[in-house]
């Protein structure tokens, strides 16, 4: 074809001007228009308008094993709501799951102990039977947990903080606070925990001082969450807002003094559950007074630059972004998940995980392929790679 005797940059220029069914069309003409119009180069820019396409507003690209045209395929169902909802596993109690994902291994709190599964992505994300490995030593349920590329950090329902080593048998153990540690967030070599006895401390990751306390903030009210700002110059409390202090504060990590609070106008009551730092500006929070809000530090800390209210009035558990346009929540009844496109104001698609037994999505997590939810009693995956039929709202 004589089209493709033209330079690749002047192709790439020509190609820029069809629209997505136009350059399927002609990836149909011969092999070569096939080759060609599958490289990332082709679908860069394209990529970079749809949601969990992988390009971060950064300009990083988070899953660069998969080719950009089939990203924007799956990009296409994640907008359409067009996936496959399987329950991966189910436990007998209700419990407060929470899970982190690693690349092919998930991992998911169960009671007192941390179990970590490997994902087997040709079978649609199943989870191995047997776990690949297990982190224990609380007395009580883990409330939360996160990970670094080294360690997994948990705390519990009994006060203490573990710190594992992921590679080895090695945990260093300790009563972090007097009750128990709702939320723990970890960064560099800072630990921040904060606690239903009112309190954040900043603890030390370094091998020489692990389980030393750097500091401790009295924030007078329970805290449910934390989160570490990416320059790790910074940090944000969430707390339960049930007294005359602010919700949400920012404390500088050094001397752990007070930078700043985020709003102005909170209800009795509207604790904040999560936190999710995009980059060292811009923020997202969600909670009890049903909204997810968008902070960015650069234009005012007193008012959000952006909000989303959930429809049904439903408390937001957690909340998770693809650090471009989507965010994923989880709400307080009936399983829901919600995906959210930051350019509109409306909810972008809805799934109700479960319509037997109410309960919150307690955590969630989501790749380029699957969204994973783990609720009260079982752990459910949305596998957005199916080319089904649209599922019905």
């Known amino acids: 074809m004589f089209l493709f005797q033209l330079p690749d940059d002047v192709l790439y220029l020509v190609l820029s001007y069809l629209d997505l069914r136009s350059l399927c069309r002609l990836a149909q003409v011969c092999r070569t228009s096939l080759q060609f119009t599958g490289r990332d180069t082709v679908w860069r820019k394209r990529a970079k308008d749809f949601i969990n396409s992988g390009l971060t507003r950064q300009g990083a690209d988070l899953y660069p094993f998969i080719p950009l045209k089939d990203r924007v395929k799956i990009s296409h169902n994640w907008s359409h709501g067009i996936c496959r909802k399987d329950i991966l596993l189910k436990w007998k109690i209700n419990l407060l799951p929470w899970i982190q994902l690693d690349g092919d291994v998930l991992y998911l709190s169960q009671a007192a102990d941390i179990g970590a599964y490997h994902l087997r992505g040709a079978e649609g994300g199943k989870l191995q039977s047997n776990r690949l490995t297990v982190f224990s030593g609380h007395q009580e349920d883990v409330c939360r947990f996160t990970l670094t590329d080294t360690h997994l950090v948990s705390a519990g329902g009994d006060g203490k903080i573990i710190i594992h ?81 602010a919700p949400l504060r920012i404390w500088d990590t050094e001397r752990c003094h007070l930078v700043s609070c985020l709003g102005s106008e909170f209800r009795r009551g509207a604790g904040v559950l999560d ?14 007074d ?21 429809p049904h009035d439903s408390a937001l558990y ?23 496109d930051k350019r509109q104001t409306r909810c972008l698609q809805m799934f109700q995980l479960t319509s037997t037994t ?10 380029a392929t699957h969204l994973y939810a783990a609720l009260a009693s079982a752990l459910y995956s949305l596998d957005f790679r199916s080319s089904g039929p649209r599922r019905r709202r």
């Not at 800072?190 to 030393?212: C, H, Y």
């Not at 049903?290 to 959930?310: A, G, H, N, P, Q």
């Not at 109410?358 to 790749?367: A, I, K, M, Q, T």
Request: with cysteine; proline share 3%; charged share 20%.
């Open 165 to 245: 080593d992921r590679k080895s048998d090695y945990s260093v153990e300790y009563y972090g606070h007097n009750q128990e540690v709702n939320c723990i967030a970890c960064k560099g070599d800072l630990i921040i925990s904060g606690s239903r006895d009112r309190t954040a401390k900043l603890w030390a990751l370094t091998p020489n001082q692990l389980g030393k306390c750097l500091h401790t903030i009295h924030t007078y009210d329970r805290v449910w969450s934390v989160a570490i700002s990416p320059s790790l110059c910074t940090f944000v409390t969430g707390t339960a807002c049930c007294e005359n202090f």
């Open 275 to 288: 936190i999710v730092y995009e980059s060292p500006f811009q923020l997202l929070t969600c909670g009890y």
């Open 290 to 310: 049903t909204f997810i809000r968008y902070w960015d530090l650069r234009v005012c800390s007193r008012k959000c630059v952006m909000e989303w209210e959930e």
């Open 318 to 340: 957690c909340i998770k972004t693809d650090k471009n346009h989507m965010i994923a929540s989880g709400s307080s009844y009936y399983g829901v998940v919600r995906l959210w």
């Open 358 to 367: 109410s309960s919150p999505v307690y955590s969630l997590c989501f790749n």
